[in-house]
């Protein structure tokens, strides 16, 4: 029987956390063209010479926070994902993970597809950024283009409004939300001149309409359009919650507002008890479980906050492996 293959993209993560084999992930990560948008020279010369010699010590020191008995939780919330969604989907298709930085590698995932003659790429980043999902996609297209026997192939780009995604993350986060708490929906960052890049309005950093032609590609209106989704399959109303943007990067101006500086304008409203989902990572790693769980935590209580809530990622929940079995179905 001819088989169908899955192949499921995440950003990556170190192999371990120490000093050394963090400096090596960063580095992978951070000289691809679409993280840093400069050119060759100037890039690698801020990577080399300012990032990592300052960075790494630091972030070593942050995923060994969290790190477990398992390993990293990024790399076995999706082995766990992989192992129940081929279960769930049976023969219908041979599923591999791959990472865009670190191990298992993209093209090591490639290899164990190559006997497929039809491919489905679903980069697991519900919302379309060029640094994470761009950067995987080309990354896998690079690999098969050199290829004897191409297969047929598929890209599932983003699903940030498809109902199963936002059913299966409300249906997570329902059991966390409580009558006197507000709703944070935490994303990742990027750069502003990434949003430009895109095609999308000059005013998108400060004000995003809702999707049309236009910004249909824009990572920022796309994460207000899930906010939007979730509030309402939550039933929250526009004053329950709360959009803004984590892991920002150096110096230079990303999308807003910034999630460690909505803090004081929320306890300024007489909020003290919050409930944070970060929707765009569908498993918990270094940005959910260290930037937001402990750092953002800590500082909402400096502030003087009281309860503090960090609901799950979708990791390997059920109702995520049902989401995914439908998304991709539906491709074909």
């Not at 890039?43 to 020191?61: E, G, H, M, T």
């Not at 164990?112 to 980043?125: G, N």
């Not at 599932?156 to 409004?161: E, G, H, L, P, T």
């Not at 507002?257 to 989902?277: H, Q, R």
């Amino acid at each position: 029987m001819m088989r169908r293959g899955l192949l499921l993209l995440n950003l990556g993560t170190p192999d371990n956390a120490d000093i050394r084999a963090v400096k090596l992930y960063l580095r992978e990560f951070l000289t691809d063209k679409r993280v840093i948008d400069l050119p060759t020279i100037p890039r690698y010369i801020l990577v080399y010479c300012l990032i990592l010699p300052f960075r790494s010590p630091k972030s070593a020191q942050a995923y060994q926070s969290i790190w477990t008995e398992k390993g990293s939780p990024l790399l076995y919330h999706s082995q766990n994902l992989v192992t129940k969604l081929q279960s769930s989907l049976k023969d219908e298709y041979k599923i591999a993970l791959g990472m865009r930085y670190g191990t298992p590698s993209i093209t090591t995932a490639l290899a164990e597809l190559k006997d497929c003659h039809s491919l489905t790429i679903l980069p697991l980043f519900p919302q379309y950024s060029s640094a994470a999902t761009g950067s995987a996609i080309e990354k896998t297209l690079s690999y098969l283009a050199n290829q004897e026997i191409i297969p047929s192939i598929k890209i599932i780009r983003d699903f940030y409004q498809r109902p199963e995604y936002i059913q299966a993350q409300a249906k997570i986060m329902k059991p966390y939300i409580k009558d006197n708490f507000h709703v944070l929906f935490s994303y990742h960052g990027i750069p502003e001149r990434h949003i430009h890049k895109s095609g999308c309005d000059t005013l998108c950093p400060q004000t995003c309409t809702p999707i049309y032609d236009k910004n249909q590609a824009c990572y920022r209106a796309q994460c207000y359009q899930t906010s939007l989704l979730l509030a309402k399959e939550l039933q929250l109303g526009t004053h329950q919650y709360t959009t803004a943007f984590q892991s920002r990067l150096g110096k230079t101006p990303w999308i807003k507002p910034y999630t460690d500086e909505i803090f004081a304008e929320l306890i300024s409203k007489g909020i003290k008890n919050i409930v944070v989902s970060c929707p765009s990572f569908v498993a918990d790693c270094l940005e959910t479980l260290e930037e937001i769980g402990i750092r953002a935590k800590e500082q909402w209580e400096k502030l003087g906050g009281e309860q503090f809530i960090l609901t799950p990622c979708m990791n390997d929940h059920p109702e995520w492996i049902k989401a995914i079995h439908s998304i991709v179905n539906e491709q074909i």
